[in-house]
Every structure is written in structure tokens, then in C-alpha cells.
């Protein structure tokens, strides 16, 4: 790799290091078509609509989900942030309770915990994984914890064990937040089954995606029927569907919500299953090559695996650079400079949330102006230094452009290289409008 510079930054004028197209994302195969044909054409459009005779696509795609997790149950719901709200139900989190959630992820996490009205404890991530640190989350436990979100974040994952052991010795449940993380192993095993139940964010810009989407798995089955009835207004599958009639029977043992997918997303969940695995190949193996050119260039650092993870999802890919080299320069400077190099969207880490805009629970309606423990919600209260060491260190890109060849990584390590020799340029140019 070379360290002298071909050309000034494309950000402060000079000539791009890739402008080709990278692999579209979300993919439309013909496979996804045809099931949103089916799903038109069926007569069915919603779990709440009449059972046809024949399986609806929500529930092809929540028995092929936890099969693939092999566990018995899957509820599928509108997005990621409902999956969390309906396993925190189901777990009985709500007023005079509190969650442990992950200082650095996005902000559903805790405003999820927040909009059932139990106090989010914020707690650091480990420095190296970037995922919620285990001592950190035992040091928080109190007698009303009644809920652990351990979120796998971006291409890592938390040290399951050490969580697992944690929920075994305080008899609080995990949920553990793969919405980064579809198809990741410990052990040899799928993140996700290890907890009391496992979410997933079906959205967008995930590895598995249907625009909107989410699903809650779990091993339970007092568990699975509080999951159905909090996402579809207190019903359940009935055992025996009558074409022509619905095949949600009314059960009300809980105050349920509509959070129900419609069958045009599970159709496209379901066609898009298919395709995890290989695409999540094709992402080991171009993140791995990337890994291996990014070592070679001094100050430049990515996210290593804990030993347990036998196998990683690379949701977003994280390059960190050391804070010497940085030498005061905001990271969003070296985010627009890579975005200009290559011609993809990169982006900062989430801003922790003792300092997110966007999670602001002491402005919530929910929250009674009276509420005795009100500062408790106050996210500022909390100090997360790993979080914020990290966010201001790290940048990201997402997983399609890992999707691409050989010469696109080639692309990116090269921007990396051409980025960190011209830090000092950035520096000085800090504030030029262009
Ligand atoms: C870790 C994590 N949890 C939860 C969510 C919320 O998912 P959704 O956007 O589908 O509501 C996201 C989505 O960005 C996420 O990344």
C-alpha cells in the first residue's frame, strides 16, 4: 500500500478513488416478485384477514425464521423497535422497572424500554467489541432490573457467556437485540437463541430486510403466546383455521397492540432468507481481505471478534483510527472524505445515548411531569466513556459494498490509506465549505 497520495482528497477537490456503482441494496430477485405477486393474488393481505385455506406468508416466514434459528417460535411485527416493545411486555417490564441497555447502539433500544415506562439504564460497551460490556452490566443489576438488552453490534458481538452466566446467577431474563446481527454464531450456535427471547430489526438497511419488518424468536411457549397476543390485540393463532374465517382467536389474557407484518413483508422476508447465507459469505470473505489490507496501514485499527463468535455478520463494517493520528479532527470530517473517495454512504457510529439528540425520554408525554423517579429517565446522568472514546474514533460503512469484488475492496483500503495521509489536509481545510 502505497503512502504517498495520488491525488489530493476527493472532498477538497482532487479525483475520486472509485466512482463505479456499488451492489444495490435492498436486491429484488425474481424469487421476491413472485411472492409479492402470491401475496396480492392471495385474497390475504394481513394476519388479521381470513385464513384461505392455505398458510398465510407471516406464518411461512415465522416457522422458516425459527427454524433457521432452531427454535420453536417466531412472532413477525411491523418493525425492530415493536419486536423490542412485545418482548419487554411479554418479560413484564413497565413503570418501577428498569433495563439495562447498551450506551453505544441505536436509540430504540432504550427508547423502547422507556416508552413502557421503565427506566433504561445505560451502561458502557466493552472498548474492543463495542458491544455492551458484561462488567459493566453486572455492576448495574438492581432489585428492579427486570430485563438485560444485549445488543450484538454493527460486525461484533457481546460475550454471550458472560451474559448468559450473569442471567443464570441474578434470574434476569436477556433479550438479545440481533438486529445487526442476523445469522451470527456463538459457538457454533445462531446469536439470538441464547436469551429469553431474541429480536431482530427487519428494516432497510439490515442483512435481512423487507423495507420494515421485525420478528421476536424464543424457546418459550408461555412466552410465544404473550408475543402473539401483544402484537395482534390479544389473539393467537387458533389450532384449527376454518377456510373463510380468521385464524386469529381472541384470547385477551394480556392488553395487546396492533404490531402485526402484513403478508406483502413476510412474503418478502420469506423470498429474502433464501439469500442470507450466501450474501453473508460473500461479506466474511471481502471483509476478511479488507481486514488483512487495513492492517498494513499504520494508526488504522477494525473490530475484532470475541473468541466465541465462530461466525460474524458484518452489518456495518467499523474502521477505527487512533486518536493521536486524529489529533482533534472531528470524525464526521473523515466520514465525508471517505463518502467523497468511494462514492458510498459511510457514517459516524450511533452518538451515545447520554448524548443523542434523538432520545430525549424527559420530553415524552408518557412520562408524567410528576413522576417521582422522573431524573432517573435523564440520560445525561449516565457516563459512558468507551461509548464516546469510541464514537469519536470509529466510522462505518454498510454491508453492500462488501458485497461487491475483489477491486472494490482493494477500493476501499485505498481511500482508508489516501484519507489517513491526508489527515493534516483535512485539518487545514476544516471549515472549507466545499
Ligand atoms: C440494534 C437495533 N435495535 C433495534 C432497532 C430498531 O429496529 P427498527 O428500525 O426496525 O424499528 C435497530 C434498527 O435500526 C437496531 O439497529
Known amino acids: 500500500m502505497t503512502a504517498v497520495p495520488r491525488s489530493p ?15 444495490l441494496w435492498p436486491q429484488a430477485p425474481e424469487s421476491t416478485l413472485t411472492m409479492l405477486r402470491q401475496a396480492a393474488t392471495s385474497g390475504r393481505w394481513a394476519v388479521s384477514g381470513a385464513y384461505t385455506g392455505t398458510a398465510s406468508f407471516e406464518r411461512r416466514f415465522s416457522d422458516a425464521f425459527a427454524a433457521y434459528h432452531s427454535v420453536p417460535y417466531g412472532v413477525p411485527v411491523t418493525n425492530g423497535s415493536a419486536a423490542l416493545t412485545v418482548a419487554m411486555e411479554a418479560l413484564g417490564v413497565g413503570p418501577g422497572t428498569e433495563v439495562i441497555v447498551p450506551g453505544l447502539t441505536w436509540v430504540a433500544c432504550a427508547s423502547a424500554a422507556a416508552g413502557l415506562g421503565a427506566t433504561p439504564i445505560l451502561v458502557d460497551v466493552d472498548p474492543e467489541t463495542l458491544s455492551i460490556s458484561a462488567d459493566a452490566a453486572k455492576a448495574a443489576v438492581t432489585e428492579r432490573t427486570k430485563a438485560i438488552l444485549v445488543v450484538h453490534a454493527y460486525c461484533s458481538s457481546a460475550d454471550v457467556d458472560a451474559f448468559v ?9 436477556i433479550i438479545e437485540d440481533c438486529s445487526q446481527a442476523h ?4 459457538n457454533g450456535r445462531k446469536v439470538g437463541t441464547f436469551g429469553t427471547i431474541g429480536v431482530f430489526s427487519l428494516q432497510q438497511t439490515k442483512v435481512l430486510t423487507c423495507g420494515e419488518g421485525g420478528i421476536a424468536i424464543t424457546s ?5 403466546d404473550q408475543l402473539q397476543q401483544y402484537r395482534a390485540n390479544g389473539r393467537r393463532y387458533t389450532d384449527r383455521p376454518v377456510a373463510g374465517q ?5 384470547v385477551g389474557t394480556v392488553e395487546g397492540h396492533n404490531h402485526s407484518m402484513s403478508e406483502f413483508h413476510a412474503a418478502v422476508a420469506l423470498s429474502q432468507l433464501e439469500f442470507l447465507d450466501q450474501q453473508s459469505e460473500v461479506r466474511e470473505r471481502n471483509a476478511s481481505a479488507l481486514t488483512a489490507l487495513l492492517a498494513a496501514i499504520p494508526g488504522v485499527s477494525t473490530v475484532p471478534a470475541p473468541a466465541g463468535l465462530t461466525r460474524r455478520t458484518y452489518y456495518d463494517y467499523i474502521i477505527r483510527l487512533d486518536r493521536e493520528l486524529l489529533g482533534g479532527l472531528p470524525i464526521q470530517r473523515v466520514v465525508d472524505a471517505m463518502t467523497a473517495e468511494l462514492n458510498v454512504f459511510f457514517e459516524t457510529l450511533d452518538t451515545p445515548l447520554n448524548a443523542n439528540p434523538l432520545y430525549t425520554p424527559l420530553k415524552s408525554p408518557r412520562l408524567p411531569r410528576s413522576a417521582p423517579d422522573r431524573q432517573s429517565f435523564d440520560p445525561t446522568r449516565f ?19 462488501l458485497l461487491g469484488t475483489g477491486d472494490d475492496v482493494a477500493a476501499i483500503a485505498e481511500a482508508v490509506d489516501k484519507v489517513v495521509a491526508h489527515l493534516d489536509h483535512l485539518r487545514s481545510a476544516e471549515g472549507d465549505p466545499r
Open 9 to 23: 482528497l476527493a472532498l477538497l477537490g482532487g479525483s475520486p478513488v472509485h466512482d463505479a456503482e456499488w451492489p
Open 165 to 173: 452466566q450473569l442471567s443464570e446467577s441474578t434470574g434476569i431474563p
Open 183 to 186: 445469522g451470527a454464531e456463538w
Open 220 to 224: 418459550s411457549a408461555e412466552l410465544y
Open 246 to 250: 380468521l385464524e386469529l382467536e381472541d
Open 383 to 401: 457516563e459512558l466513556p468507551e461509548a464516546t472514546a469510541a464514537f469519536h474514533t470509529c466510522f462505518a460503512f454498510l454491508h453492500h459494498a
